[in-house]
Nanobody
Framework: QVQLVESGGGLVQPGGSLRLSCAAS????????MSWYRQAPGNERELVAT????????NYADSVKGRFTISRDNVKNTVYLQMNSLKPEDTAVYYC?????????????WGQGTQVTVSS
């Protein structure tokens, strides 16, 4: 059974930091690109950051560049999102996603989400 379980969300003041974690099980984690998405109320889900299966390349949304860092541990089957200098507009539910394409078939897994609220 595939599972992606996010943790680390919460309430933080503007300028503060949080570290999100996503523990994966039920699939070969090291072969999947992993991403973090977020969705604020009334908005569409947006891609925040992506890391390749080997962890050798990352990409970020312009809105988080220089503030967020995605990383992964293929031994612990966990992907992280370090969020610094948080702003109220970072408030959203953050989702972990795993994706790969093999033999023409796309595999796409999602976690249940963790709430991040940035407010004074």
């Amino acid at each position: 059974q595939v599972q992606l379980v996010e943790s680390g969300g919460g309430l933080v003041q503007p300028g503060g930091s949080l570290r999100l974690s996503c523990a994966a099980s039920g699939f070969t984690f090291s072969t999947y690109a992993m991403s973090w998405y977020r969705q604020a109320p009334g908005n569409e889900r947006e891609l925040v950051a992506t890391i390749t299966s080997a962890g050798d390349s990352t990409n970020y949304a312009d809105s988080v560049k220089g503030r967020f860092t995605i990383s992964r541990d293929n031994v612990k089957n966990t992907v992280y999102l370090q969020m610094n200098s948080l702003k109220p507009e970072d408030t959203a539910v953050y989702y972990c996603n795993g994706q790969r394409t093999r033999l023409g078939r796309k595999y796409d897994y999602w976690g249940q989400g963790t709430q991040v609220t940035v407010s004074s």
